[in-house]
T-cell receptor, first 114, second 114 residues
Framework: DTGVSQDPRHKITKRGQNVTFRCDPISEHNRLYWYRQTLGQGPEFLTYFQNEAQLEKSRLLSDRFSAERPKGSFSTLEIQRTEQGDSAMYLC????????????FGPGTRLLVL | AQKVTQAQTEISVVEKEDVTLDCVYETRDTTYYLFWYKQPPSGELVFLIRRNSFDEQNEISGRYSWNFQKSTSSFNFTITASQVVDSAVYFCALSETGANNLFFGTGTRLTVIP
């Protein structure tokens, strides 16, 4: 399978704990995106990487959130001191280039903060 | 400012009926891209179509067809002879020139009843 993969698929954590999610994009794609989707809503953009450079962050990405893509391949999204409001589906996508190129999504990581 | 409106929150049809999902968008750009994605219960967003703002030709792919009308800022999606496997949430999305993210509508949940 050469699609976008994400790990874990599900995560349950207690409020205040840190969590980290991983995304492996399609191998030839140099663009990687993170989105968050809450119940009944469409995905909302969090951040985007071109190769290893994080080039854009939305206002949704608070100081407790950090994303990395150290070698321009896989990416991690860490949430520190989780809050109940962080409960959502976290989706990763990749594309060969921006400016309208299609973004292909992974299966997502569903986070529940108790 | 960009905006995508999917006014139909939920639609139910009986198998083999045709169904049209509406999408209305707002953008100040003259060059932009429109997308439709399908999100089945598994959660993964599946890409269906991308349309450039300069290409107003309608497109048909099997039982799926798309009607793009710039005059009314609409990009509607029709499923002909619906099947139970079409049951999912469908999202319309917009990407503006130079933007790195997709801007999604709130989705339409389609239920096809056998």
């Amino acid at each position: 399978d050469t699609g976008v993969s994400q790990d874990p698929r599900h995560k349950i954590t207690k409020r205040g704990q840190n969590v980290t999610f991983r995304c492996d994009p399609i191998s030839e794609h140099n663009r990687l995106y993170w989105y968050r989707q809450t119940l009944g809503q469409g995905p909302e953009f969090l951040t985007y990487f071109q190769n290893e450079a994080q080039l854009e962050k939305s206002r949704l990405l608070s100081d407790r959130f950090s994303a990395e893509r150290p070698k321009g391949s896989f990416s991690t999204l860490e949430i520190q001191r989780t809050e109940q409001g962080d409960s959502a589906m976290y989706l990763c996508a990749s594309s060969p280039e921006s400016g309208g190129e299609t973004q292909y999504f992974g299966p997502g990581t569903r986070l529940l903060v108790l | 400012a960009q905006k995508v409106t999917q006014a139909q929150t939920e639609i139910s049809v009986v198998e083999k009926e045709d169904v049209t999902l509406d999408c209305v968008y707002e953008t100040r750009d003259t060059t932009y891209y429109l997308f439709w994605y399908k999100q089945p219960p598994s959660g993964e967003l599946v890409f269906l179509i991308r349309r450039n703002s300069f290409d107003e030709q309608n497109e048909i792919s099997g039982r799926y067809s798309w009607n793009f009308q710039k005059s009314t800022s609409s990009f509607n999606f029709t499923i002909t002879a619906s099947q139970v496997v079409d049951s999912a949430v469908y999202f319309c999305a917009l990407s503006e020139t130079g933007a790195n993210n997709l801007f999604f509508g709130t989705g339409t949940r389609l239920t096809v009843i056998p």
